[in-house]
């Protein structure tokens, strides 16, 4: 089976102001693939494009060269993109309830309005929301706001769901279960994720595969494997859940391989580090 994701050897450059017009490299020949289901961390120091490549892949910004293909189709603009983003600051039309919000992307593609109220109804529902359709965006708390932006996301079923440092704007406590309640969900419906994120630990939970940038200019410096339990899409809650209490509690406890990862992504973070071409995969489970 093809990828559902293609980057091939994006390249894009920026008008710097303090140049006099001339162009900063902000991503140089960045290639990689991912597959159907399967979820993605993109980490790197601040500034290294992550969040200009993730708008590149939803067609939101032209790539000076190269392409990516989504399902063996060239987004050349937002149009051509089968892809949602979920972002960093919720974005939620605040004049919407949590139920118009779901519905804006299903309007957008022209559903009709008896079958959108449907469908609205039954993402809230999966991400943990029902009995709220009808507050607004200052009556929800910041974690149940990403939930409606995560629903409205899923709700055009789209072939790739982008997550812009989806979790950066809540407490620690709530982002650990945003991760785990966002995580499920991915799993449950099936899609392909891509994550942003600087949290070397969030990107290991989260992900069956890690890109490490390097600095400006973004390159991939190594992609990492992560080998950690997955819950199938088929199990229960219960065993969702178990699995992924399971795949936390190997973090947390730095398993011998799992601490040789997350010292890997660490380092990779560190300024300065020269590129490497290999893949490397860590065994974090006997």
Same mark, same amino acid.
Not at 14 to 20: D, I, L, Q, R, T
Not at 28 to 33: A, H, I, P
């Given at each position: ?41 993109? /980490? ?53 309830? +949590?139920?118009?919000?779901? $519905? ?7 559903? $009709? ?39 409205? +996301? /899923? +709700? /055009? ?113 560190? $300024?300065?580090?020269?590129?490497? $071409? ?9």
């Amino acid at each position: 089976m093809p990828p559902r994701l293609v980057v091939d050897r994006v390249s894009k450059t920026f008008v710097a102001p303090e140049k006099n017009g001339g162009r900063i490299d902000i991503l140089r020949d960045v290639s990689f693939s991912v597959n159907a289901g399967q979820i993605v961390s993109l /980490i790197g120091p601040t500034g290294c494009g992550k969040t200009t490549l993730l708008r590149i892949i939803d067609g939101l910004i032209r790539p000076d060269s190269g392409q990516v293909m989504v399902n063996g189709k060239e987004v050349k603009g937002p149009k051509d993109s089968s892809c949602a983003m979920v972002f960093q600051r919720f974005n939620l039309l605040p004049w919407r309830n +949590a139920l118009k919000n779901v $519905e804006f992307g299903l309007e957008a593609k022209g559903v $009709e309005p008896k079958e959108r109220e449907k469908l609205a109804k039954e993402y809230l529902s999966l991400v943990g929301l029902a009995g709220y359709e009808k507050y607004h965006p200052h009556h929800l708390s910041g974690g149940m706001q990403q939930r409606v932006g995560l629903a409205r +996301a /899923i +709700a /055009i079923k789209p072939d790739v769901v982008l997550l812009d440092e989806p979790f950066s704007s809540v407490d620690l406590l709530r982002r650990e279960s945003l991760q785990n309640e966002v995580l499920k969900i991915l799993i449950k419906t099936r899609e392909t994720g891509i994550f942003v994120t600087h949290n070397v630990e969030e990107a290991v939970f989260l992900s069956d595969m890690i890109i490490s940038l390097g600095t400006r200019p973004g390159r991939v410096k190594t992609v990492y494997q992560v080998n950690l339990p997955r819950p199938n899409e088929n199990d229960s809650d219960t065993g969702i859940v178990k699995t992924l209490e399971e795949r936390k509690n190997l973090i947390d406890s730095r398993s011998e391989d799992t601490y040789k990862l997350i010292l890997a992504l660490k380092g990779d973070l560190t $300024e300065g580090t020269a590129p490497r $071409e290999e893949q490397v995969g860590f065994r974090a489970f006997a």
